[in-house]
């Protein structure tokens, strides 16, 4: 037993250190000697995870909880998995049971919160991560957490105390948005100074509101993160990269389909439908042959501004994760303006255009939107027309939307974001 508790000590240590590779191999080594701990067949799918296996990190965790049904964290860690790759359905019934069985388990509650924030089921996150403060009132995660939910209801006030409680990366931008919506310009110039010293300015969201607030207060605030991302717009051909491959595109278009994901409620989208989940959690080899595609364009687009003198080039995240998701849209349909608060930088790869189709569906830029006050001050628009196999790259920092899509057949687009890794 000795022997069995310092090898587990080991793998353990593996885990906590990302060594995910290391813990593989150990936990694979284990469990051939000692093939009954469910911890260690715990650490071994968590090590397929994070390793992007995720086909069998599910099928290691369904063995487990069938092995050990009266195990919470077994049902929550699988739970994750499903919600990562777009299955809130499966996810919401796993934490469910988990909650049953251990009703003071944080992680399955907060899991639970999350899913129905993702589904829109709002008032339904807020009570989650209420449970949770009741008997954790410094919990990091839930305070942020239900901020997040407190700012999509629009409840702005309390979403700026919570912010306040919390020390997610996040926390100090999204509060400031909620300043500059619902206080008046001298309390917002203070909060920006404030957070200039503590160097806090040097993300998307900060910057989409300071180039907001230039225009609406007439003032010449400093941009750290993108000034003037209109101009650090760039469109490619996708058919001229070396990965391109029709076959995938199709397999790509179908993939709501193929891999069973759920649909995200979208209040931004107008007559169409949008996966929820992250679709490069799905390793399947069309998926993989379109990371790979998009990561080239992605370096040629870094390289094409390297000397640009801009933020988000010269402070680009030293490790980051590829988010996607489809947006499909029916005709009439249009998506409303919105930035990507937690990107870098951001992309589509327009999958399906109706060839018949008007200029409705193209994709316009500018520096207004989410409902901010304008005080009656006009923003400039760059419009761009969309085009089967054409790739559009942006700092996540800047509004888009698209105008009312025209045509007998969906416009199918593939949406994208580096997201940082802190």
């Not at 370096?299 to 094409?304: L, M, N, Q």
Request: glycine share 6%.
């Amino acid at each position: 037993m000795e022997v069995e508790k310092n090898r587990i000590d080991e793998i353990i240590n593996l885990y906590k250190n990302n060594n995910f590779q290391e813990l593989n191999k150990a936990c694979k080594k284990f469990l051939s000697e000692f093939p009954n701990n469910p911890l260690a067949w715990n650490l071994y799918a968590l090590s397929y995870k994070h390793l992007g296996d995720i086909a069998m990190a599910i099928k290691i965790y369904e063995n487990l909880i069938s092995e050990n049904p009266q195990t919470p964290t077994l049902m929550t860690n699988l739970a994750n998995i499903y919600s990562d790759i777009g299955k809130q359905i499966d996810a919401e019934k796993l934490y469910k049971k988990a909650i049953r069985l251990d009703p003071k388990s944080i992680n399955a509650i907060n899991g639970l919160g999350m899913v129905y924030q993702i589904m829109g089921r709002l008032e339904e996150s807020i009570k989650c991560f209420n449970d949770i403060l009741s008997f954790d009132i410094n919990n990091n995660y839930a305070n942020f957490n239900l901020a997040e939910s407190y700012r999509k209801t629009g409840k702005y006030d309390e979403a700026i105390d919570c912010y306040s409680k919390t020390e997610n990366p996040l926390s100090k931008s999204h509060m400031l948005e909620c300043i500059y919506r619902v206080k008046d310009k001298k309390y917002f110039i203070n909060q920006l100074k404030l957070l200039d010293k503590e160097n806090e300015l040097i993300n998307p969201l900060m910057s989409c509101i300071i180039s907001h607030a230039s225009i609406r207060y007439e003032e010449n605030f400093d941009n750290p993160f993108c000034k003037d991302p209109i101009n650090y717009i760039k469109v490619s051909d996708i058919a001229e990269n070396e990965h391109y491959d029709i076959d995938v595109i199709n397999e790509i278009i179908d993939i709501q389909k193929t891999e069973a994901i759920d649909e995200k409620p979208q209040p931004l989208l107008d007559g169409g439908k949008q996966t929820s989940g992250n679709l490069f959690k799905i390793k399947n080899h069309s998926i993989q042959k379109i990371e790979l595609l998009i990561m080239k364009e992605i370096e040629s687009y870094r390289k094409f501004y390297e000397s640009s003198g801009q933020g988000f080039i010269l402070n680009w995240p030293a490790k980051y994760e590829l988010l996607g998701w489809i947006v499909d849209i029916n005709e009439g349909g249009k998506l409303k303006p919105h930035m990507h608060k937690q990107g870098w930088l951001s992309g589509s790869i327009y999958l399906k255009v109706a060839k018949d189709k008007t200029d409705g569906g193209n994709i316009l830029f500018t520096l207004d939107g989410a409902g901010y006050p304008r005080d009656g001050k006009e923003f400039d628009t760059k419009e761009i027309i969309v085009k089967e196999n054409k790739m559009i790259l942006f700092p996540s920092s800047i509004f888009h939307y698209t105008t009312a899509f025209q045509g007998k057949e969906n416009r199918v687009t593939l949406a994208f974001d580096i997201k940082p890794i802190n």
